[in-house]
């Protein structure tokens, strides 16, 4: 359960006491907020419990408190805490028959207790309870696998119905119920034969919220019903229907998406071993993107051999004929195309280079990419970077590559990485596709990344644009021709500041470096003694230096 004003009150550590509203306090509370202002409801979205002082209020104002206090219920503050001790030794009684007027909980907080320890106590309780939904979707999911396993999409839907506490039903083609839990929901689930044909009509994956009727013992309390459409396809197969009395909390959500999952699994009739495959592996590259390596080698089983345990490689490509299209508003799941070509062709090459030295390699797509996982120094790695070498030597050198170059790739190589760090590996791939895009090459490793010069990372028009306007005032300034200040700050900050050395490089005199570095930081309106001002200037000169 999310935390409640009573819970809060009930926290030992917290000493609350409530001065108003004590039959409210059992709602749900999203957020403690601390305001000052007169007006916080612009800054609120409901459900928080508001903490105040009262340091702006005229708290002893009986009508400035009505008024107050009426505008947090409308907003939907869920609570108001004041702090004794701090502006007034007592709640003023303005504020306190205001909240009984609305039945606004108001909460005394003692002046030991800070409003720090209040919010932290919040957010561990929500942090807990979505904790235990997590915990109890998971524990669903292996449920609802064990019964479609033992029992096929009936024992799924049974399994279902049981945690969402309601019913659940399985729909053909036509929109036909061919399996429903419990035994009562066949007929419910046929008066929603319609909706579903209109689900249907729709591009997959579709989902909607209709009303449903009543259970058999009270037909006048209507129930909440979701319907999603199952199949791998632009035109779905069959749906599902999932009947609650309210909306699903976040276990029974996992448990929903982990049936979709299945009953797509067990209805797909065509290139279903191959849809299969590509869920389990999306699945496991989660898994272990999101810090859970058991639980993607128990997903995986033998599937991949010591893949998710020997030293791996994460690799991102991203083919630019897709980029192009993206940025031009075309949908990104158009059948065909080179885009698609380019993907497929590199995905080609790595699973042909694993299958002959029999190695296991996990590729995934993402979107308009592909993720790879394939064992360092193995054969699919060294095929993927022969595969950019070949792109690369094809296309000229003096042109780069672009967004609209349809028939080439950008590629991302993390560092070697285990199961422990595949998030970190993954968002290296980022990076390192991230510069490969921006340098104009097909190919780029993190591990060389490091090895190299941050120098060409300025190599981007944002950059060059700030650097030519930090430096556009000592260009005009040298453009009149009383002095060379632009070349003095390149002498003196290669030289670290030291005066003689810098001013021999120049050739003149060291006070007149001085003199030339003063009117710089005048010129700029900002201190050479600042590191951070010497690091930015160095950085706009490399970046506009001639090639």
Not at 148 to 155: A, F, I, K, Q, S
Not at 230 to 240: D, E, W
Not at 293 to 308: I, M
Not at 498 to 510: E, K
């Amino acid at each position: 359960m999310p935390p409640t004003l009573a819970s809060l009150v009930h926290h030992s550590a917290l000493k609350l006491a409530v001065r108003a509203g004590e039959d409210r306090l059992d709602v749900p509370v999203r957020w403690a907020h601390v305001s000052e202002l007169a007006d916080p409801v612009p800054y609120m979205e409901g459900g928080e419990l508001l903490l105040i002082t009262a340091l702006k209020l005229d708290a002893e104002d009986p009508e400035a408190m009505r008024r107050y206090v009426k505008r947090l219920v409308e907003a939907g503050v869920v609570g108001l805490g004041f702090a004794v001790g701090v502006n007034y030794d007592d709640i003023p009684r303005a504020l306190v028959e205001a909240a009984r007027e609305e039945g606004l909980p108001l909460l005394e907080v003692p002046r030991r207790t800070p409003f720090l320890a209040i919010s932290k106590a919040v957010s561990a309780a929500i942090a807990a309870d979505q904790y235990r939904a997590v915990t109890a979707g998971f524990a669903a999911q292996r449920e609802l696998t064990r019964r479609t396993l033992t029992d096929g999409p009936e024992g799924l839907l049974a399994a279902l119905a049981a945690q969402v506490d309601g019913w659940a039903a399985l729909y053909d083609a036509s929109g036909a119920v061919v399996a429903s839990a419990p035994e009562w929901a066949g007929r419910r689930a046929a008066r929603l034969t319609a909706d579903v044909q209109r689900l249907r009509e729709r591009p997959a994956p579709a989902s909607s919220v209709v009303a449903g009727a009543g259970s058999p013992d009270h037909p006048e309390n209507a129930d909440r019903v979701e319907l999603h459409t199952l199949g791998t396809s632009r035109r779905p197969r069959s749906a599902l229907a999932v009947g609650t009395a309210a909306a699903p909390g976040t276990a029974e959500r996992y448990a929903v998406h982990s049936a979709i999952a299945l009953l797509t699994l067990t209805t797909e009739r065509s290139r279903s071993l191959h849809e299969a495959a590509l869920r389990i592996d999306a699945a496991v590259l989660r898994m272990l993107l999101a810090g859970e390596p058991d639980h993607a080698r128990t997903v995986a089983g033998d599937l991949y051999g010591g893949l998710l345990d020997a030293p791996f490689r994460i690799v991102v490509a991203e083919s630019a004929a897709a980029r192009a299209r993206t940025s031009t508003g075309a949908r990104a799941d158009d059948p065909g195309g080179v885009a698609g070509d380019a993907l497929a062709a590199l995905t080609e090459a790595v699973e042909s280079a694993a299958a002959h030295a029999g190695e296991a390699v996990l590729v995934v797509p993402e979107g308009e990419r592909l993720v790879m996982l394939a064992t360092d120094g193995g054969a699919a790695v060294a095929a993927c970077a022969e595969y950019a070498s070949a792109l690369e030597a094809a296309r000229p050198a003096s042109e780069p590559l672009a967004g609209g170059d349809e028939e080439s790739l950008v590629v991302g190589l993390s560092a070697p990485s285990g199961p422990i760090a595949a998030s970190a590996a993954y968002t290296q791939a980022e990076q390192a596709l991230s510069v490969a895009r921006r340098r104009g090459r097909v190919c780029v490793e993190h591990e060389h990344l490091a090895a190299g010069s941050v120098l060409p990372l300025l190599a981007d028009d944002a950059v060059r644009a700030f650097a030519d306007g930090l430096l556009r005032a000592l260009r005009d300034h040298d453009a009149t021709g009383r002095g060379d200040l632009v070349a003095s700050l390149r002498a003196w900050l290669s030289r670290h500041g030291q005066w003689d050395a810098a001013a021999a490089d120049l050739g003149v005199h060291r006070h007149t470096l001085r003199y030339r570095m003063r009117r710089v930081e005048e010129i700029l309106g900002r201190s050479l003694d600042d590191p951070d001002v010497r690091m930015e200037l160095w950085l706009a000169l490399k970046a506009t230096a001639p090639e």
